[in-house]
């Protein structure tokens, strides 16, 4: 459930609105920025037409009741989460009582919160869009207002996406399995998979060293120098693994239990000492549409900024 401290100077339910029913004077409503609600959505594991926040100015504040998960798009209203700050144009974790808080914005005008699970408001003629001028749909058929109480759907999509037993707090980290990977015995395997890494302090340009069970190496001896790339899972005798990144020497020795993927290797970036997270298995197809998507995202903010204004 979201609990509304501070709505703002329009905030509203919106999903992708109403159709076909135009020829009963009934309007589609829905969200302006049907493309910001969808990227939103999709980030989440959420169908395109889920409904989410759609968020006029600012400042607002919002009280999360339960774990989970939320997405930013459109304007960027300098989001924060317990005072920490968020990135627009991605998923980010919540737990039950953090407050997000979206100040206001210097470019554009509506940003869009989705959580997992979308905003669980009944349909009013097939939609739970709210239309303010015929004051139906939504919450109530108004904007929201302090005090206001919003039910939240089951986060079953998300947990599908990220993996069985994912935690909610866990960023996902997707890997293709690496050319030592069938000499790790099965526990190894599976720990590599379904347990949560946390981020050593010792983690620095060349690598990320995690913590967590031992991955143990049963079959093969020792191993020839060869070649490694940013992205590379190695596995030394203690079994905990590292990741390493652009500063990365350019040959090693350790086995090779994973890879993660080019367009995920950013998320390793932006993980403080510490944090947690978990990798997800993903085939090579997976890797190669995750970057192209990735570099349309950056072929569209070029054409946003040439031809926007």
Known sequence: MLEIL?????????????????????????????????????????????????IVLGPVEIRFHRDGWLALTGADFSATLDGQPLWCGWRWPYRSGQCLRLNGTRHGMRAYLAVDGGIDVPQVLGARATDLKAGFGGHHGRALQAGDQLPQGSAANLARRLGAGHPAWTPAIRALPG?????????????????????????????????????AREHGGELLSHGVLPGVVQVPPNGQPIVLLADAQTTGGYPRIACVIEADLWKLAQARPGSELQFLACDAATARAALRQQQAELKRLDWSMQYGH
């Open 6 to 54: 501070r709505p703002g100077v329009q905030t509203t339910v919106q999903d992708l609105g109403r159709h076909g029913l135009r020829h009963l004077g009934i309007a589609q409503s829905g969200a302006l920025d049907a493309p910001a609600l969808r990227l939103g959505n999709r980030l989440l594991g959420n169908t395109d037409d889920c409904a989410a926040l759609e």
């Open 179 to 215: 050319p030592e990977y069938h000499e790790f015995s099965a526990a190894a395997q599976a720990a590599l998979w379904s347990q949560p890494w946390t981020v050593s302090s010792h983690s620095n340009r060349m690598g990320y060293r995690l913590q967590g069970p031992e991955l």
